[in-house]
């Protein structure tokens, strides 16, 4: 968020998320600040209601109206700078414009199944998508399916049988 932003709409941009993420009883949102991490929420989808440590994070980027389409990787870039993001879990970028509520999202660091093998890749051709319960639903489920794979590829390294 800009300093030069009222309170209110980071306040309302995390709520609009938080609502959205949470129409799936299986996530919970938890707020996340740290220095030098700019990802405002942390997202846990659970698994049967229960934590199955599968997590993604959110970089959100609020202001009182939608920013042009041709600007929102710039908008996004200069709040989580230019440098490719070192992650070890998949983050998306929600822009909120708060006043009515509106928003828009893509992958910065996608979680994707490469011939069935899981993998983190760096999102850099912007692929702006409404923010809405169906996309979002799309997120959830893309996190779910790299992290079964992770499993799946762990246990059949390991020769581990696992009820995860």
Known sequence: MNKQDPWFI???AVAFASLLLTEDKNVVVR???GP?????????VLKNGKSALRFFGV????S???PPLQNMDERVLAHCGHEPVEAALPICA???GVRKPEGLCRWIVEPV???GQPHLQQNQEPNWQALDSSRVAQLIAQVNDWYAAQKNQLTSKNGISSKI
């Open 10 to 12: 980071y306040e309302r």
């Open 64 to 66: 009182l109206d939608l």
């Open 31 to 33: 707020p996340h600040t």
């Open 113 to 115: 199944l490469v011939e």
């Open 94 to 96: 929600f822009v909120v």
């Open 59 to 62: 970089h959100l980027v609020g």
């Open 36 to 44: 030098d991490i700019n990802m405002e929420l942390l997202v846990e």
